[in-house]
């Protein structure tokens, strides 16, 4: 008989000898890795260097986890430096206990891809778009670490679906009930149904280009996510009936409709796919035709210099 809930896992670390396997960490690096391909995937369609997206994506990616611990860290300050805090200050690089907040790693991994961007002067916008689904597929993927961490929980509640939290993981207050919102699923649904939506509805159909898929991915996450932040009952700061993630969140929704509109004003149209790569690999230009005449000295015609 099917229990009419979602068990929470007998334990968020398996042991491979000495060395922990967290469930947490396994969920954000699985997400990483499957945007990344994908990411490059798409990369190299509009006919751009995949050697330029690795660069720019790799440090993306750092800096998006840096920036991801430090938001986790200024939201949650009180339990490290505050007043009879209940964690030590060292326990901010714990990381594998869970405590990356996405607006982070959106505001650090993007203003990274930037500043890179303008290094190797590739359009940002362009590179964004391409980016934009792999990263809500990564934000996905990642979710799946709430679960194994029993973390990040909505309110309680009797439906089906309902998730198992174990006491030990209980938020104060809530020891009573034994079975939650699934956030985490909630989300995760949110954004593959995102991903979808991108790839094969604004992109393909209506072939939203130039920035105005990365604005439309900041909508629609940030869409879902305020929704989902109305249920949760972790403990953070409240300002005028809000969670402070929700008034971030509604701050990044008004971000993307405002670019979206001066986009779809300013930038109409798609991303246009360049010409395929010669096989001269060293400067991108055309290979020179060796059937060129020549004249009458046995030497070889002038031949114009190509065009990079």
Known sequence: MLPLFI?????????????????YAMSILAGIILAFFLTLHRWKKLGERPEQFENIGIVSIIAGIIGARIYWIVIEWGRYFG??????WYHIFYTWEGGLGIWGAILFGFGTAWLMCRHYKVPFLRLADTVAPGFLMAQAIGRLGNYWNQELYGQPTTLPWGLEI???????????YATFHPTFLY???WNLIGVAVLLFVLEKRFHLGRGKLF???????ATGRFCIELLRIDPVNVYFGLRVNAWYTLVGWLFGVVLLIVLIKRSPGA?????SPTDDKTDGTEP????EP???????????????
């Open 7 to 23: 068990p929470s896992p007998p334990q968020g670390v398996a042991y491979l000898g000495p060395i922990p396997i967290r469930g």
């Open 83 to 88: 007043p009879n805090h209940p964690e030590p």
């Open 166 to 176: 174990d006491p030990l993981h209980r938020v104060p207050g809530f020891e009573q």
């Open 187 to 189: 989300e995760m649904i």
């Open 215 to 221: 604005a439309s991915y900041v909508i629609w996450y």
């Open 271 to 275: 991303n246009e796919v360049k010409p």
């Open 288 to 291: 020179v035709d060796d059937t």
């Open 294 to 308: 020549v004249d009458d000295t046995g030497t070889e015609a002038d031949i114009a210099e190509p065009v990079a």
